[in-house]
């Protein structure tokens, strides 16, 4: 067989199942992994970082989550705000992360975290470019009278 194309599933579309996940938020409202799948397709499919970051708030608000999920909300929420460009943004969340919990291994690692994004944002900047001046091109054997000493 040259194609195997015609053995992948379909692919489902995302409106269809951010669809999905609307109604079935409306029936089960603390259903937090239906509520992660939501805020990603509104994130990356749709490009809508505030519904993302309404429905990341709403997980990280839930009573009785445990610390390891909330982390991982706030990381997420972190990482979507922040973007490619721009990872200053995401310092207030991890400041969140290490208010909330101080004595975990949580907030150690967004205190690393912290610690590295002045050097990563740093690296990120462009350089300014140094001018070279006009030098001679024939640096080689010079001809000509030669030096009286």
Known sequence: ???????????????????????????????????EKL?????????????ATLELNQ????PNQPTKRVAHWLNCWRIYRSG?????NGAPTLEKI???????????LARTRLARLKLETKG??????????VYEQNIGLKYGSPRQL
């Open 59 to 62: 997980l990280v608000e839930q």
């Open 84 to 88: 490619s460009a721009r990872i200053t």
């Open 39 to 51: 805020a990603i397709i509104y994130a990356d499919y749709y490009k809508r970082l505030d519904l």
């Open 98 to 108: 290490v208010e909330r919990f101080p004595d975990l291994s949580v907030a150690e």
């Open 124 to 133: 990120q900047k462009e350089t300014p470019g140094v001018k070279l001046g």
């Open 1 to 35: 067989m040259k194609s195997s194309g015609h053995l992948r599933p379909a692919g489902i579309d995302p409106a269809q199942l951010a669809a999905v996940y609307v109604k079935h938020l409306e029936q089960h409202p603390l259903d937090t992994e239906v509520r």
